[in-house]
């Protein structure tokens, strides 16, 4: 049960992402494929927030985009160890790196995460907000008399809430 609870807030949590991309200010959303024009990006969301560091989020596979327009001369040892422990460089120009983790469209194997698109926030910043209501509540019939095939079942019930809180200086990039 806390396995199928887990996999079912994360995934929610996860897709709130795909939310984000629909409210990005036209100012804040970039495309290209240079390390130049990630760089305006950040540069442009990290004035404009008065952020002292910004975090990079995408998917693993948009992040090794990312790592793919760097030159590797330029990468420092301890990004190259990073980037052969878990694929990802672990910063870019001081800033952070972060995974999104990559979950499936409803009932299908298909991919729901966008992984073409990064996005810049401030380091301290987080955009998505998950609240739990109250307690859990557990009801299970034990007794093979109370339902009529004599089946025994659980029930778990829990409410919780997630939002999207975006601040203004918030920006998307997509790898072309």
Known sequence: IYKSF?????ER???????????????????GNSEEAVGQLCDLVQAAGGYGSLTIAGTKAALRKLAGIVPDKYFADSQKEAKANTGIIGEWEGNKLMVIPQVLKPNTFELALDENVLFVLGADVK??????????????????RINNDMSLELQVQTCFGIAMMLPQAFGKFELA
């Open 6 to 10: 887990n996999k079912y807030i994360k």
């Open 127 to 144: 955009p998505i907000k998950l609240e739990f209501v109250g307690d859990t509540r557990t009801q299970e019939v034990k007794d093979g």
């Open 13 to 31: 949590v996860y897709m709130q992402f795909q939310n984000v991309m629909d409210v990005v200010p036209a100012a804040f959303t970039k495309n």
